[in-house]
């Protein structure tokens, strides 16, 4: 019975952080980023071609704006975008699943490394983090690593527990453990540090804690023989393209020549408790509005979790204080958008896994003082209010927020679709250099032959305008269709704003059409 009521909660937990994370996916967050789009008809290019933008055949990093990066979502994103097309549900699709399946992970994790209730509360306070629920919902590689990272160190947990005298079981998980390390350090660019970062760690706390410290070195070893192979191609795809990662590199550390001073800023910051517990980042992007990265819930939680660790044995402890401690390193060599919650999505995880703990102990002294019955309803009462704040806040006000909408770009991909509608053969559309990389959205929307793109060919029909550049009627006054932000007003009465049928209105909320038909 014990068994049977440990897995409908964790089918229930699943049920709910998937709900949590496909409900209105579409529509929430509002609009769509200029990086979605392009994975979205990045991945339409290989499933059309078998090559990404630049010409290259399924290559090991896909070509993105101006540099390369993981091609794992865009592989991800084949079975959704084939099936169902190219469309936001189907582009945001694969980091739905892999947030929901991240709660799973998590189970897995906490239960080899405490017990199964462990397991079972780290995988309900993922499911209703705030900062893993928004990255859950929107085009990221960065989510990816919230489900990878937990794998790779169960199965490097259970690599260790095996009995030598399980030859095949023992070789099995040691292969399992390699390749999920070598997946987790391709999934995003900061996972490419921190991996071996964390990985090193792993390998001295059980060299120095350890009471078979012989046997767990030469499972680690291998370990991570097995995962270099797995990122061997992918790290010499790296080097061959080593100045187009050199370029990224500039433009994240903006400039600056690194020091040990600017790095150690950087790192605390993203300690700052105004951005774990009250502001969060920055980026409306990147947070949802009205609380920290983190809820009240877990902050609290995560304090208690120092106790139940002290309380608690094994070297899995010290993993868990690494995780943390290294985290951050990765961002804190940038200097772009600090402190940065997409780059330091890896420890989204490790604050369920604490905050599970803590959440096993408050419990526990719950249940000492009260009934066993009075804690559950207290236990209860507090994650249900968590869970309700953080729903209300995501779905009723976070999507209706003017500033979250300009940073989605709300409406665009309506707006374009609109222009499809109403252009007349022959006419030309201007859209404002207000937006970046409008041809994101054009190659999204208009799914052009990915071939004829690669060859560097242009958009029939349209005429785009240099970056920052607004469109300007004094010089621009050419019959013709003009698409401009909505806040932007003031134009000259040959102007005829195009008045968009039922479906679109909610796009004239952000974007308007003109149509000059006279100078």
Not at 421 to 434: A, L, Q, R, S
Request: net charge positive; glycine share 8%; charged share 15%.
């Amino acid at each position: 019975m014990s068994v049977l009521n440990h897995r409908l909660s964790l089918i229930g937990i699943l049920v709910l952080a998937g709900v949590l994370r496909l409900a209105l996916l579409s529509d929430n967050p509002p609009g769509l980023f200029r990086d979605e789009a392009d994975k979205g008809y990045a991945t339409y290019a290989l499933i059309e071609t078998g090559k990404d933008s630049s010409g290259r055949s399924w290559p090991l990093q896909i070509k993105s704006f101006e540099a390369y990066t993981s091609p794992f979502y865009h592989w991800l994103s084949i079975p959704s975008i084939r099936l169902l097309g190219l469309d936001i549900f189907s582009t945001r699709l694969p980091a739905a699943l892999a947030g929901t399946l991240a709660c799973g992970a998590v189970y897995l994790l906490g239960a080899a490394w405490s017990s199964k209730k462990l397991g079972l509360m780290a995988a309900l306070l993922l499911a209703i983090s705030p900062w893993h629920l928004l990255f859950s919902r929107w085009a990221n590689q960065g989510i990816l690593m919230t489900l990878f990272i937990p794998l790779a160190l169960w199965a490097t947990w259970k690599c260790l527990k095996e009995s030598a005298d399980n030859r095949m079981t023992l070789l099995g998980w040691v292969g399992l453990s390699g390749i999920l390390w070598g997946i987790s350090w391709n999934t995003y660019a900061p996972a490419r540090l921190f991996i071996p970062l964390f990985m090193a760690s792993i390998f001295m706390i059980q060299i120095g804690f350890s009471e078979t410290k012989g046997a767990d070195s030469l499972r680690l070893f291998l370990s991570g023989l097995v995962s270099l192979i797995a990122a061997g191609p992918f790290v010499l795809d790296i080097l061959m393209n080593w100045e187009e990662t050199q370029t990224r590199l500039e433009f994240l550390t903006g400039g600056q020549s690194f020091s040990f001073g600017l790095f150690m800023k950087n790192y605390f910051a993203h300690w700052n408790p105004m951005y774990l517990i009250l502001n969060g980042d920055a980026n409306p992007r990147h947070h949802i509005l009205g609380q920290g990265q983190l809820s009240w819930t877990e902050v609290v939680l995560w304090c208690f979790s120092i106790v139940g660790l002290i309380k608690t044995r094994g070297t899995w402890r010290g993993w868990l204080i690494a995780w943390f401690i290294l985290a951050p390193i990765p961002a804190a060599i940038t200097n772009e958008g600090l402190p940065h919650a997409l780059r330091t999505l890896m420890i989204v995880p490790a604050f369920a896994l604490s905050g599970g703990i803590g959440l096993a102990w408050f419990a526990y002294k719950m249940a000492k003082q009260f009934s066993r019955r009075t804690a559950a309803v207290i236990l209860s009462l507090l994650i249900l209010s968590q869970s309700v704040f953080t729903g209300y806040q995501f779905f009723r006000k976070y999507p209706n927020n003017d500033r979250v909408a300009l940073a989605w770009e709300k409406g665009l991909v309506d707006a374009i679709e609109w222009v499809e509608e109403t252009k007349i053969p022959g006419e030309v559309c201007v859209i404002t250099g207000i937006v970046e990389y409008p041809d994101a959205y054009l190659d999204f929307v208009l799914k052009p032959d990915p071939r004829w793109i690669s060859e560097g060919g242009g958009y029939e029909g349209y005429h785009l305008l240099p970056t920052g550049k607004p469109i300007d009627p004094r010089v621009l006054n050419s019959p013709g269709l003009y698409l401009e932000r909505s806040m932007l007003g003031g134009k000259p009465s040959n102007w005829r704003k195009v008045q968009p049928t039922e479906d679109f209105l909610k796009m004239d909320l952000y974007w308007r059409l003109y149509r000059v038909i006279e100078k």
